[in-house]
């Protein structure tokens, strides 16, 4: 984990124990001590490095396995700015095979790097501020969002430009792949989209790279937006088909993420309450909803042909406190319920509950341990905590 503190952290999943705290530094002589947070920053497993920058500074190269520094990564007009702009946004390529660092600046200039050698591979320099980058799990394609919500997709070694998607004044705030490559997603104000442009199956990964030379750059508006309730949560099923939606008003809907299409509502909290956090079992097909006045409600729904249906009530639970966090078990038998100061477990089978008190507000966020279907793991600012 890499942390404010300038500190690199590795922990033991199943102990909880930390095995290496190593503070980074931006000097070759690890003389240089860091008092200011990271305003960016990046992890490449593959290769082993860590790129950090700090507001009006180059970008960092920081070697983490052995705990040395590489060097910086320097934009070319930096050198005659007295306050360089710095990175808004860094992201490495993932794919092992390549060693590339491309980095976003709020000049509207987009640079890819050799992270090791700090030279410059390739750019592009666009008309509005670039906010945030995101690189296809396959190495081949970057796509940037700016500031006026407009998305753009480049080859990622070469910034050759091949596909263009015009916003609607929304800045894009994040930008993700999906694991298949042939889809991506944004986040602009209240709207997320999803999108599967064709140029992203030339990109696949059955295709070689190099073959996008006769890809003529296409230009899209952005779909006009349907205006409907103010969506404040959503949470995607197991299979990718559907994405589920919490509105303002208290309406639990789907929407098919092939097509954008909207089902009927599942069911509905009080309608002054929005909900606010969302939590699903793929195994069991069960949905777990909680509102701002802290009511969960919990529904087993049924699939079929037309798409998803709310069968049965399971639980319908109030909290004394805000809902922070919702999470099934594994096997879908009991849900847990997050407030600031109480975590309860309920159990379906039985109808009991367990519960955690804190003496202070709590701030940690609960996952299910990874090789342990019966145990959970609390991941606090200091530390990580096993429970069964």
Same mark, same amino acid.
């Given at each position: 984990?890499?942390?404010?503190?300038?500190?690199?952290y590795?922990?033991?999943?199943?102990?909880?124990?930390?095995?290496?705290?190593?503070?980074w530094y931006?000097d070759?002589?690890?003389?240089?001590?860091?008092?200011?947070?990271?305003?960016?920053?990046?992890?490449?497993?593959?290769?082993?490095?860590l790129?950090?920058?700090?507001?009006?500074?180059?970008?960092i190269?920081?070697?983490? =396995?052995n705990?040395?520094?590489?060097?910086?990564?320097e934009?070319?007009?930096?050198?005659?700015?007295?306050?360089?702009?710095?990175?808004?946004?860094?992201?490495?390529?993932?794919?092992k095979?390549i060693?590339?660092l491309?980095?976003?600046y709020?000049?509207g200039?987009?640079?890819?790097?050799?992270?090791?050698?700090?030279?410059?591979?390739?750019?592009y320099?666009a008309?509005?501020?670039?906010?945030?980058?995101a690189?296809?799990p396959d190495?081949?394609?970057?796509?940037?969002?700016?500031?006026?919500?407009?998305?753009?997709?480049?080859?990622?070694?070469?910034? =050759?430009l091949?596909?263009?998607?015009?916003?609607?004044? =929304?800045?894009?705030?994040?930008?993700?792949?999906?694991g298949?490559?042939l889809?991506?997603?944004?986040?602009?104000?209240s709207?997320?989209?999803?999108?599967?442009?064709?140029?992203?199956?030339?990109?696949?990964?059955?295709?070689?790279?190099?073959?996008?030379?006769?890809?003529?750059?296409q230009?899209?508006?952005l779909?006009?937006?349907?205006?409907?309730?103010?969506?404040?949560?959503?949470?995607?099923?197991s299979?990718?088909?559907?994405?589920?939606?919490?509105?303002a008003?208290?309406f639990l809907?789907?929407?098919?993420?092939?097509?954008?299409?909207?089902?009927?509502?599942?069911?509905?909290?009080?309608?002054?309450?929005?909900i606010?956090?969302?939590?699903?079992?793929?195994?069991?097909?069960?949905?777990?909803?909680?509102?701002?006045?802290?009511?969960?409600?919990?529904?087993q729904?049924?699939?079929?042909?037309?798409?998803?249906?709310?069968?049965?009530?399971?639980?319908?639970?109030?909290?004394?406190?805000a809902?922070?966090?919702?999470?099934?078990?594994?096997?879908?038998?009991?849900?847990?319920?997050?407030?600031?100061?109480?975590?309860?477990?309920?159990?379906?089978?039985?109808?009991?509950?367990?519960?955690?008190?804190?003496?202070?507000?709590?701030?940690g966020?609960?996952?299910?341990?990874?090789?342990?279907?019966?145990?959970?793991?609390?991941?606090? =600012?200091?530390?990580?905590?096993?429970?069964?």
């Amino acid at each position: 984990m890499a942390c404010n503190d300038n500190h690199l952290y590795l922990h033991a999943v199943e102990s909880g124990h930390c095995l290496k705290q190593d503070p980074w530094y931006t000097d070759i002589d690890n003389s240089r001590s860091i008092s200011r947070v990271p305003d960016a920053i990046a992890f490449s497993l593959y290769h082993g490095l860590l790129a950090f920058t700090y507001r009006g500074d180059h970008i960092i190269i920081w070697d983490w =396995k052995n705990s040395e520094f590489i060097g910086t990564c320097e934009r070319p007009s930096a050198k005659q700015e007295r306050l360089p702009f710095h990175a808004s946004s860094i992201v490495f390529n993932p794919w092992k095979s390549i060693s590339l660092l491309a980095a976003a600046y709020e000049a509207g200039e987009i640079i890819v790097f050799d992270p090791r050698e700090g030279d410059i591979v390739s750019t592009y320099k666009a008309e509005t501020d670039t906010q945030t980058l995101a690189c296809s799990p396959d190495g081949k394609t970057l796509i940037s969002g700016d500031s006026l919500g407009t998305v753009r997709i480049f080859e990622s070694s070469t910034l =050759k430009l091949l596909h263009v998607i015009y916003g609607q004044d =929304k800045h894009i705030v994040a930008l993700s792949f999906c694991g298949n490559n042939l889809r991506f997603v944004d986040i602009r104000g209240s709207e997320c989209n999803i999108w599967e442009p064709a140029v992203l199956a030339r990109q696949s990964a059955k295709e070689d790279a190099s073959d996008t030379s006769s890809v003529d750059v296409q230009e899209l508006p952005l779909p006009a937006v349907v205006q409907t309730d103010d969506i404040t949560a959503v949470l995607g099923d197991s299979r990718g088909g559907h994405v589920f939606c919490g509105t303002a008003d208290g309406f639990l809907n789907v929407v098919e993420s092939h097509n954008n299409r909207r089902s009927l509502d599942l069911y509905h909290h009080s309608r002054s309450s929005a909900i606010l956090r969302l939590a699903f079992n793929g195994a069991k097909h069960i949905l777990m909803s909680a509102d701002s006045s802290s009511r969960t409600l919990v529904f087993q729904l049924a699939r079929n042909i037309a798409g998803w249906k709310a069968e049965t009530l399971l639980l319908d639970h109030r909290m004394e406190e805000a809902v922070e966090q919702l999470l099934f078990s594994p096997d879908g038998n009991q849900l847990l319920i997050v407030t600031t100061t109480t975590d309860t477990v309920c159990f379906f089978e039985t109808g009991a509950t367990e519960s955690i008190y804190w003496d202070t507000q709590n701030p940690g966020v609960w996952a299910n341990h990874p090789q342990h279907r019966d145990q959970l793991i609390l991941v606090t =600012k200091l530390r990580m905590r096993i429970y069964r």
